[in-house]
């Protein structure tokens, strides 16, 4: 009877065993349950935030469509307000020199180029005549000094520099006085002299009194009297030469040295407009039944009632000459032109 117990056991062992197993299979099925269930509330609760952020997403890119919108339509009146000040100006440019033009008076030749304008006029008074020629650099390099010759210590008519450069404009320049130097006439400069942004001699402040006028790079008339070397930098010269005295500065009459007031003499001039338009004059004088010349306080008034705001007295009486596409205007007080240490000439 044991053994027929045992030997059932043993048979039925196998069906025990598998039946622990199927048990241990269900509960841990029951286990896996949570799992999948959370997993799928997680997969939910994803598909919420994935929703809301896509909302976010077009949210953010209809305020990006809107600020788009926002910046073009700002765009558009910032160019159309631009577009109506650099009309305005303009206007305002057109209106200025109307108004210098008409101060001027007809115009007796011109020339027009890429590097600049030139405009000739007229000048008669009660007792002297001259040249004005306005001139709007639109390329500084067009403006420049030039030494006679090209070389220190020589001398040169106007018409000879202008003629060499083939300059269409040109006007003597700065001071200068000669000396005897190795048994030869030698031109001394005064004050100082740049060519090309460069001093051509070391820097020179004697006697103290002598301006430097010319223009700075972008064709700027520039001025002042320099007592150091500083001074004279600081301005960033391109072109200039020196004399004596500034007539008009910032619109207003500097005072002239008593020396300077009274005495009336051929006139060389330049100086500028409040639009940076340079201005070039010369005035003859020392001829009774032509002109007498003019007093630099007289000269003074004249250049306000022509709008002048920046003027400086260049090298007069016998080296004051103007030429023009060709030709000397003015009627040089020696009865013919007299050479110079160095000349402004403007090129075609």
Excluded at 71 to 97: C, G, M, P, W
Excluded at 103 to 122: C, Q, R, Y
Excluded at 276 to 291: A, N, T
Aim: aromatic content about 8%; overall charge neutral.
């Amino acid at each position: 009877m044991f053994k027929l117990n045992v030997f059932m056991a043993f048979l039925a062992a196998p069906f025990l065993a598998l039946f622990l197993v199927c048990s241990d299979f269900v509960e841990e099925s029951r286990l896996l349950q949570f799992p999948a269930a959370a997993l799928e509330e997680g997969a939910v609760m994803l598909q919420q935030e994935t929703e809301i952020l896509r909302q976010s997403i077009g949210d953010l890119g209809m305020l990006a469509r809107t600020q788009v919108d926002i910046f073009s339509e700002q765009y558009e009146s910032l160019s159309a307000l631009t577009e109506k000040s650099v009309s305005h100006r303009k206007l305002s440019n057109d209106i200025y020199e109307q108004k210098i033009l008409e101060m001027l008076g007809p115009t007796v030749s011109a020339h027009i180029s890429d590097n600049n304008e030139i405009k000739i006029f007229k000048l008669a008074e009660l007792g002297y005549r001259g040249f004005i020629a306005k001139v709007k650099l639109f390329e500084p390099k067009s403006f420049r000094v030039v030494l006679a010759q090209d070389t220190l210590g020589k001398l040169e008519t106007t018409s000879e520099a202008a003629k060499r450069t083939g300059a269409m404009l040109a006007i003597n320049g700065g001071g200068f006085y000669t000396e005897i130097r190795n048994g030869q006439t030698y031109a001394q400069m005064i004050g100082n002299t740049v060519i090309d942004g460069k001093l051509v001699e070391p820097f020179n402040g004697y006697p103290g009194d002598l301006f430097f006028a010319g223009i700075n790079k972008k064709g700027q008339v520039i001025g002042t009297v320099p007592k150091t070397e500083k001074d004279l930098t600081a301005l960033k010269p391109y072109q200039g030469v020196s004399f004596i005295p500034v007539l008009l500065k910032d619109g207003k009459k500097v005072e002239i040295p008593e020396k300077w007031k009274t005495t009336k003499q051929p006139r060389t001039i330049i100086g500028k407009y409040a639009n940076d338009d340079l201005i070039m004059i010369v005035i003859d004088g020392r001829q009774g039944d032509w002109s007498v010349g003019v007093t630099l306080e007289h000269l003074q008034d004249k250049l306000l009632e022509l709008g002048v705001k920046e003027a400086y007295n260049l090298d007069g009486g016998g080296s004051s000459t103007m030429y023009f596409n060709g030709v000397v205007l003015n009627r040089p007080s020696d009865g013919k032109e007299r050479p110079v240490v160095n000349n402004i000439i403007v090129l075609p």
